[in-house]
């Protein structure tokens, strides 16, 4: 079924049109980078957290490897943190990279707080 869904023409321009807007976060990225802060603009980082072993990997990634990428990736993100004075870290603990999918209430749960924290 999701392949079915997968090659639909309107995911593919969906997909497209992610991949465009990567460079304009890119720039983003890059702008706040050289500013060196985001001031107390909200920031919610939402880290994957769920059990290495339920997780995908490429085929030639064993385990451990796998650990490491992960401990990495957690480490990056909370660092991730310090670009504002309004940030916190939220742990997905039931998921993998899309977090979105294994966990759609806690993306709406954290949106929706931070657009309630906005008005």
């Given at each position: 079924m999701e392949n079915v869904l997968v090659y639909r023409p309107s995911f593919i321009s969906t997909m497209v049109a992610e991949n465009?807007?990567?460079?304009?976060?890119?720039?983003?990225?890059?702008?706040?980078?050289?500013a060196g802060s985001l001031g107390d603009l909200p920031l919610v980082v939402l880290t994957a957290?769920?059990?290495?072993?339920?997780?995908?990997?490429?085929?030639?990634?064993?385990?451990?490897?796998?650990?490491?990428?992960?401990?990495?990736r957690h480490r990056l993100q909370a660092g991730m943190l310090a670009l504002s004075t309004n940030s916190r870290q939220v742990m997905a603990k039931r998921s993998g990279h899309q977090i979105q999918k294994d966990q759609p209430e806690l993306v709406i749960e954290v949106v929706g707080e931070l657009v309630d924290r906005l008005r």
């Open positions: 465009e807007g990567v460079a304009i976060t890119t720039n983003q990225i890059k702008e706040v980078g050289v957290a769920g059990p290495i072993e339920d997780q995908p990997r490429p085929a030639s990634m064993t385990l451990d490897q796998a650990r490491e990428d992960l401990a990495l």
